[in-house]
């Protein structure tokens, strides 16, 4: 007959084990969405994730956040403004571009937006390594 304390001891080594090849994450999503205090990545609303899914980035407190309406949704963003570039859309449908500099995209804008006054839309040739 094998005593209750072995029992406990190869349950417990079992237990520990099994948390010794599980990351934090995985230990967060069995015990369901909320129950974490922190996400080793980031974290998307309820869930903790290893990275932010394309449509948002991941802030400076790890926390999934949508990206700017006007960026192009396939192509995601790196933060929060409406341009591209560093901190904001990797590409947009549309971009105001600046009078001094075509190539300088200085605002996103949405497909269907419609241009201002003085203002025509023109379809650029594609420039490697370069979305817009």
Do not use: W
């Not at 560093?86 to 419609?114: E, F, I, K, M, Y």
């Amino acid at each position: 007959m094998v005593s209750s304390s072995s029992c406990g001891g190869k349950l417990l080594r079992s237990v520990l084990h099994l948390l010794r090849n599980i990351t934090l994450s995985e230990l967060c999503a069995l015990q369901g969405p909320g129950q974490c205090d922190s996400c080793r990545n980031a974290r998307d609303g309820l869930y903790c994730v290893s990275e932010c899914p394309v449509s948002k980035y991941r802030d400076e407190n790890g926390i999934c956040q949508d990206c700017h309406p006007n960026c192009a949704a396939s192509a995601g963003c790196t933060g929060p403004r409406n341009s591209i570039g560093d901190g904001a859309c990797r590409s947009c449908p549309l971009v105001v571009v600046s009078d001094d500099d075509p190539n300088n995209a200085t605002q996103c804008l949405h497909a269907d937006s419609q241009c201002d006054d003085g203002y025509y839309k023109h379809n650029f040739a594609p420039v490697p390594g370069v979305m817009v």
